[in-house]
């Protein structure tokens, strides 16, 4: 899978934003961990409101609020804080391409990730167009299957740096 993003690494190799990204990462004092924080907070922002939204749809968890209730509180802090989280990493990609666009664990978090936002997008859409959702199967397997997408994104977030025991050469 990782063979997919060597064009980009190659692309990115060469290129003005990792220079860039390599200078401030370097030169502005304390940015590496400040963006990791940033990552890591916008990482329990995402899944935090997420998370209680699958977990309310499938009758596991905040009984005492609605669907739509919990949607209404929960929507913005979900696509405020997707952002966040892609900006606050993208600058370690851009100064290492390599590293990421290489290892394996990387190209399944990118997986993981499309997976488990298209999936909550289809579950934010239906909920603010139906009522009668508890009852739908298909609502209900695409909440669960998005709770384990979401998990494997943390997974493979944190296995990034652990590539080589998992796929050893």
């Not at 290129?15 to 370097?26: E, P």
């Not at 499309?114 to 579950?123: E, P, R, V």
Request: aromatic share 16%.
């Amino acid at each position: 899978m990782q063979n997919i993003f060597l064009p980009l690494g190659d692309l990115l190799a060469d290129s003005l934003l990792r220079s860039l990204a390599i200078d401030w990462l370097r030169n502005i004092p304390g940015l590496p961990p400040i963006l990791q924080s940033i990552h890591i907070l916008a990482v329990a922002v995402v899944m935090a409101s997420a998370v209680l939204i699958h977990l309310r749809s499938l009758g596991i968890a905040v009984s005492q609020q609605t669907l739509a209730e919990l949607y209404q509180r929960m929507r913005l802090w979900f696509w405020f804080a997707l952002p966040v989280l892609f900006f606050s990493g993208i600058l370690f990609i851009f100064a290492r391409p390599y590293r990421y666009f290489k290892n394996p664990v990387f190209g399944l978090k990118l997986l993981f990730i499309a997976l488990a936002i298209t999936m909550t997008w289809w579950i934010f859409h239906t909920i603010k167009r139906q009522s009668m959702l508890s009852k739908n199967w298909a609502f209900k397997l695409t909440n669960a299957l998005a709770l384990v997408c979401w998990l494997l994104v943390i997974f493979a977030g944190r296995w990034i740096a652990y590539a080589e025991y998992l796929f050893p050469r």
